[in-house]
């Protein structure tokens, strides 16, 4: 006897469910909820006209039902915790040692400014030589603020501006490509001359996408500036890299959403650069 399919429940009704739900700590269930809640937020981007008001509607639904943010964030605060691996700060601070890039005083620090902070404390063991300052769109700490880095003010001085800035797994949750590309662009006002930008993305986001390759993203970097990638490494999942900063100024050329490796099984992650 085949197994009765369960009766699936109307979308104007589910959302007096979340109340009554628990946050699943489990990993297989958080990675679920990240991998939904980026698809979903990808889709919200697009849709940006009143004929999609209804699928804007649905999607904000579906997204409220999950647990909205406020999921999303537990469910990352999890995927860095120790039991599921730790935090992606650990490889940034192997490699400022390892090509010697830490401050030749103890008296100086490193200015660091993460975005999409998912906890506060994540260089705590090395606040002797990095002063970090965490923001994030919902912070889950008061101790992070609560700031939209592509809406943030760059400092005008620079004794103000940054040594490092951090945009770790931030970049492929904005859902507009051209909003990447405005994020990546923005980062180098936050920078001096030789400052670093820490990024780590999924590694499916640069070796599986249509519109993106290894070589394609670095020619795009090295278009913005950062002429120099001190290093990068590709786990299984994810791809870190340190790039610097060796052009101030530089008007970068723009890049299209184009199809570079085409395929079925292929995402469609892009970065679009305006001019």
Request: proline content about 5%; glycine content about 4%.
């Amino acid at each position: 006897m085949p197994k009765a399919r369960k009766k699936a429940i109307p979308v104007t009704q589910r959302s007096t469910q979340k109340a009554t739900q628990k946050f699943k700590q489990s990993s297989a269930e958080t990675a679920r909820l990240i991998r939904r809640f980026h698809v979903l937020n990808k889709e919200l981007a697009k849709c940006k006209t009143v004929t999609d008001a209804v699928r804007k509607q649905e999607i904000l639904t579906e997204m409220e039902v999950m647990g909205g943010i406020d999921w999303y964030q537990k469910a990352s605060q999890l995927g860095q915790s120790k039991r599921r691996g730790g935090d992606s700060s650990k490889w940034l601070i192997l490699i400022l040692n390892k090509h010697n890039l830490r401050p030749a005083s103890t008296q100086k620090v490193f200015k660091l400014l993460e975005v999409g902070a998912v906890a506060p404390d994540n260089y705590e063991r090395h606040k002797s030589w990095i002063q970090v300052k965490p923001i994030d769109l919902n912070p889950q700490d008061p101790r992070i603020a609560k700031q939209d880095f592509l809406e943030m003010v760059a400092p005008s001085k620079k004794n103000e501006k940054f040594n490092i800035v951090s945009l770790s797994l931030v970049v492929n949750f904005v859902g507009d490509p051209k909003d990447r590309g405005r994020m990546l662009l923005h980062t180098r006002d936050f920078l001096n001359m030789d400052g670093l930008l820490f990024l780590v993305l999924p590694l499916p986001c640069i070796n599986n996408s249509r519109y993106m390759s290894p070589e394609h993203f670095m020619t795009m970097m090295q278009s913005m500036g950062y002429g120099l990638c001190i290093e990068h490494h590709f786990s299984n999942k994810l791809a870190y890299y340190l790039f610097k900063l060796t052009k101030d100024n530089t008007k970068c050329p723009g890049f299209k959403k184009q199809i570079i490796n085409d395929g079925a099984t292929r995402n469609n992650f892009a970065i679009v650069i305006e001019t």
